[in-house]
């Protein structure tokens, strides 16, 4: 079980997978008050940053799961960097379904929410390894601004408009999912070109290191096109957020 080799090449020197620095990661997991000793659940936890980071400053515990054997191997390896392999574990595995055993008070996707067939699946997905009271993060774009075309938010790698909302509508719908919506911590520009702009020397190095590579080509297409596309669309119409969320009763 693996996702496709794109990301695993492109993002391969990434800690976080997101456009959020580590600055905003610490900003969320200060904005969200955790008791020492919080259980978390991180579905499509990547390379783990934000379990390791917040059990290192934060003292929670926890479990990530995630299809990238490779993210996988290197959360371990950051837990073990971080001193807190004690307290976080990453599985690797679809988390598609995935319920935890023990109730968590913090359940995560953080731009991942396909896992659960989009937000609203995700919210329903996390929502069965929550305790009374625990908190929903779910990380996903909205549009700064509704693009004019659809062909504009196929270059945003939307398939279509409708699968992102303007930030308003998407608090909207967390609250008609029955949620409050009780913090919020959003990415900025930085944020994107730390993420996008990141994975070009990556794909840069790895060119040089496997020229004759099969998949030489696709990578080499992609570092010709993504300066551009990442500077004219992503970086200008999509915004991105994590969202803290709870049931409202
Ligand atoms: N939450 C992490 C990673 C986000 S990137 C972070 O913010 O850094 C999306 C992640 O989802 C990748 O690590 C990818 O391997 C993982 N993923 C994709 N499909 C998955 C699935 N079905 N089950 C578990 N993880 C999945």
Redesign the pocket.
């Known amino acids: 079980m693996?996702?496709p080799r794109i990301?695993?090449i492109s993002?391969s020197a990434?800690?976080?997978?997101?456009p959020?620095t580590p600055k905003k990661l610490a900003t969320l997991g200060a904005a969200l008050r955790l008791a020492p000793g919080t259980r978390i659940l991180?579905?499509?936890?990547?390379?783990?940053?934000?379990l390791c980071t917040w059990a290192r400053d934060y003292g929670v515990v926890g479990t990530?799961?995630?299809?990238?054997p490779l993210?996988?191997e290197q959360a371990r390896l950051r837990a073990a960097e971080l001193g807190v392999a004690d307290r976080v574990r990453f599985l690797h595995?679809?988390?598609?379904g995935?319920v935890s055993d023990e109730r968590v008070g913090v359940a995560?996707?953080?731009?991942?929410t396909?896992?659960g067939g989009g937000y609203a699946g995700t919210i329903e997905l996390l929502s069965r390894s929550l305790a009374p009271g625990g908190i929903m993060l779910i990380?996903e774009p909205y549009w700064l601004r509704l693009p004019p075309t659809e062909e504009l938010a196929r270059k945003c790698e939307a398939q279509t408009i409708s699968d992102f909302l303007v930030l308003p509508e998407l608090l909207a719908s967390f609250r008609r999912l029955g949620c409050d919506v009780v913090e919020m911590v959003l990415a900025d520009q930085d944020g994107w070109d730390r993420y996008e702009a990141a994975k070009w020397l990556t794909m840069r190095r790895w060119l040089d290191a496997n020229p004759h590579d099969d998949f030489a080509p696709e990578v080499r297409a992609q570092l010709d096109t993504e300066p551009e596309r990442h500077a004219t669309f992503t970086r200008e119409w999509l915004g991105w957020g994590v969202f803290a969320l709870m049931l409202r009763e």
């Open positions: 693996d996702i990301f695993t993002e990434h800690r976080i997978h997101n959020f991180d579905l499509g936890s990547g390379s783990g940053e934000m990530g799961v995630d299809l990238s993210f996988t595995g679809d988390a598609a995935f995560a996707c953080v731009g991942a396909w896992i990380g």
